[in-house]
Nanobody, 116 residues
């Protein structure tokens, strides 16, 4: 089992920056991909960014060039630096991890609100 705890959400003005962190515990050596999803009010949860165990990254088109995902396997942490934020970035951000053997784990989420 893997436990994920997010931190770093909050309120920011448009154009500002926030950094989200996800701390993993439990069977962390089993984690392959780890990333962030977000869910805006009335919308489906969507992928924001993901990073593989080898450091390869993938971003949603809407955040490319603005967000940067990184992970520190020695500390079992993963961060999302969000720059040039827009009101449409508002939502609950969830940390997600996929392990080997295949299992999906979710954190409880952290709220990000970007005011215009």
């Amino acid at each position: 089992q893997v436990q994920l705890v997010e931190s770093g959400g909050g309120l920011v003005q448009a154009g500002g920056s926030l950094r989200l962190s996800c701390a993993a515990s439990g069977n962390t050596v089993s984690i392959n991909n780890i990333g962030w999803y977000r869910q805006a009010p009335g919308k489906q949860r969507e992928l924001v960014a993901v990073i593989t165990s080898r450091g390869s990254t993938n971003y949603a088109d809407s955040v490319k060039g603005r967000f940067t995902i990184s992970r520190d396997n020695t500390k079992n942490t993963m961060n999302l630096l969000m720059n040039s934020q827009k009101p449409e970035d508002t939502g609950i951000y969830y940390c997600n991890a996929i392990s080997e053997p295949f299992q999906i784990f979710w954190g409880q989420g952290t709220q990000v609100t970007v005011s215009s």
